[in-house]
């Protein structure tokens, strides 16, 4: 019951759906009852892109009820992606950012997965959404240095790199940024790995020195963290949607499920000020 009046709260407070709660609401009711008789649902999202989802995937079941789950953070990929540009997306989940990249901007992506079974459903939506050619999927997580860890299984949006005894493992192979980027920099980086994000960025000392890379979304920051951004030239931001300014300020109640770091936000400001609207839930963002 818990579970249900969090998920309720979070929809009729939505930035998309707090307009509209009975409809948002009655998104969330047929979900619920289509989910129950089918094993699976394929979803017309935005500009033409589709998900794959079944019940249980939080994540990906957010932007069935709100349009874009995380509205802040997903809004400014729509903005800042443009088509060609290089993606890297660090705990890919089933690709609900790796579509929006890929299949609505056009961007080309590297996303990253450890888990086999969340792989099929990422495999399914760059399939459904015929974007092989701008998709590379890569079976490993990330780290400070390669090799290999334990990494849990079965718990959605939620696995993660495992502590020593912990149930339900498998052991994945462990690469750096650094390694996969190689030469082809990213200008967007987004990092969601349930609190590993600075092992992360610690195999990510070249990347980050790169200026080719503009912004960064990152789940978790720590001090330590927030210094190697910042030696960098990267500065926290927050991203207003409908009015597409980046604004520098230490009021955290306009910061997205994500922190938002950017190296110049003159020059971010003026790309997301070029970007098309979209229409989401009947709404031009």
């Known amino acids: 019951m818990r579970s249900v009046l969090n998920t309720i709260n979070f929809i009729v407070a939505h930035p998309l759906c707090s307009g509209r709660p ?13 989910s129950a008789i089918r094993h699976e649902l394929e979803f017309q ?109 079965g718990r959605d949006t939620r696995n993660k790199m495992a502590k020593a005894d912990e149930p339900e493992t498998r052991v994945v192979r462990v690469d750096t940024l650094d390694e996969i980027v190689r030469d082809a920099t990213p200008i967007l980086v987004k990092i969601d790995v349930e609190g590993f994000e600075a092992d992360v960025i610690a195999g990510a000392k070249n990347t980050l020195g790169r200026p080719e890379l503009m912004a960064i979304l990152i789940e ?44 110049s936000i003159e020059a971010c400001t003026e790309r997301v000020k070029r970007a098309p609207q979209r229409q989401i839930l009947h709404q031009l963002i």
């Not at 890919?92 to 099929?120: H, K, M, Q, W």
């Not at 030239?233 to 499920?257: C, I, K, M, N, W």
């Open 220 to 263: 978790t920051v720590d001090d330590d963290v927030r210094h190697t951004l910042n030696s960098h030239g990267f500065v926290e931001v927050h991203y207003e949607p409908r009015s597409r300014v980046l604004s520098q300020t230490e009021d955290q109640a306009g910061r997205g499920a994500n922190f938002l770091f950017v190296r």
């Open 45 to 153: 999202w935005i500009a033409g892109a589709k998900l794959v989802v079944r019940k249980g995937m939080t994540g990906a079941t957010g932007n069935i009820y709100c349009g874009l789950h995380e509205f802040s953070d997903m809004a400014f990929v729509l903005h800042f992606l443009q088509p060609l540009d290089n993606f890297v997306d660090v705990g890919a989940n089933v690709g609900s950012y790796s579509v929006l990249a890929s299949a609505v901007c056009g961007a080309r992506t590297v996303a990253l997965e450890p888990d086999p079974t969340t792989i099929e459903f990422l495999t399914r939506n760059v399939n459904v959404n015929r974007i092989q050619s701008r998709v590379t999927i890569i079976d490993a997580a990330l780290g400070a240095t390669q090799g290999t860890a334990d990494f849990t299984i």
């Open 22 to 34: 009975v409809s948002a609401l009655w998104r969330y009711v047929r979900w619920q009852a289509e």
